[in-house]
């Protein structure tokens, strides 16, 4: 249902199940434990889906994931239309883009999103993870390693509970579909629908098809040009990682020096 607490109801199952760290009990056991019936076959424009009827579902999964943290995540999001939305449809078929687009899709999609968030990494456990430590990539590789996720989960788990300013951005052919940013972010003045500059690493990327494994440094006027902050401090540099999540769409996270 839709007035459900995604955050709330993640927890409330892991509480349930006595699971509170990863590996206490696997996906595919709490599936189980649901009453569902997990399956895994190829698919063409699907990552997963899941069919219910009252306190049954089979949910499938393509066979083709290859990275267990994408397998991770399409499994946690189908739960979570499992728990949230068997009285609203019986069907829901996801694919690269409804579980990329956390921000953009309608609330059934972002509750989905957000309920398999924190089913993988629960709040609290995630937060005495960073704790106080700096942003870098060497923080995200291994906090997404501990919690079995994708680098692009975590940054975006980190935008609402790490210590340091940033901004999570998704792009699609080159264009700004959805961006959403910590509290204490800096900058804003970022147009939905514009173009990607040219001078940073996601310009790059979908103008010369090149991609650095580690963060590079942009000038941050580069990406908020009509930033008003920017006219008294022009040399500003961010950090700028960036994840391809589709043939078309890429992550650029940006984080504060």
């Known amino acids: 249902m839709l007035g459900i607490n995604p955050i709330k109801a993640a927890n409330d199952l892991r509480n349930h199940l006595g699971c509170w760290e990863p590996g206490d009990i696997s996906l595919d056991e709490m599936v189980f434990a649901l009453g569902g019936v997990l399956k895994e076959s190829p698919m063409e424009g699907a990552e997963g889906r899941i069919l219910m009827k009252g306190s049954n579902a089979i949910i499938t999964i393509n066979s083709n994931i290859t990275y267990p943290s994408k397998r991770n995540f399409v499994i946690a999001h189908e739960i979570g239309h499992f728990i949230l939305h068997n009285e609203l449809t019986p069907f829901y078929a996801d694919n690269d883009k409804t579980l990329s687009e956390w921000y953009k899709n309608g609330p059934q999609e972002q509750q989905a999103n957000q309920f398999a968030s924190e089913l993988l990494m629960p709040s609290e456990l995630f937060k005495s993870k960073v704790a106080g430590k700096r942003l870098s990539l060497s923080l995200i590789e291994q906090t997404a390693a501990y919690?079995?996720?994708?680098?692009?989960?975590?940054?975006?788990?980190?935008?609402?509970?790490?210590?340091?300013?940033?901004?999570?951005?998704?792009?699609?052919?080159?264009?700004?579909?959805?961006?959403?940013?910590?509290?204490?972010?800096?900058?804003?003045?970022?147009?939905?629908?514009?173009?990607?500059?040219?001078?940073?690493?996601?310009?790059?990327?979908?103008?010369?098809?090149?991609?650095?494994?580690?963060?590079?440094?942009?000038?941050?006027?580069?990406w908020f040009p009509s930033d008003f902050k920017l006219k008294d401090e022009p040399d500003w540099q961010l950090w700028e990682q960036c994840f391809p999540v589709s043939t078309n769409g890429l992550v650029s996270c940006l984080w504060t020096q």
């Open 147 to 222: 919690f079995g996720v994708s680098l692009t989960a975590a940054f975006l788990k980190y935008k609402d509970l790490g210590d340091f300013p940033i901004m999570v951005i998704y792009l699609e052919n080159g264009i700004v579909k959805w961006k959403q940013s910590s509290s204490d972010f800096p900058f804003q003045w970022l147009p939905i629908n514009g173009k990607v500059p040219v001078y940073t690493v996601a310009g790059d990327y979908f103008n010369n098809k090149g991609l650095e494994a580690k963060p590079e440094k942009v000038d941050a006027i580069e």
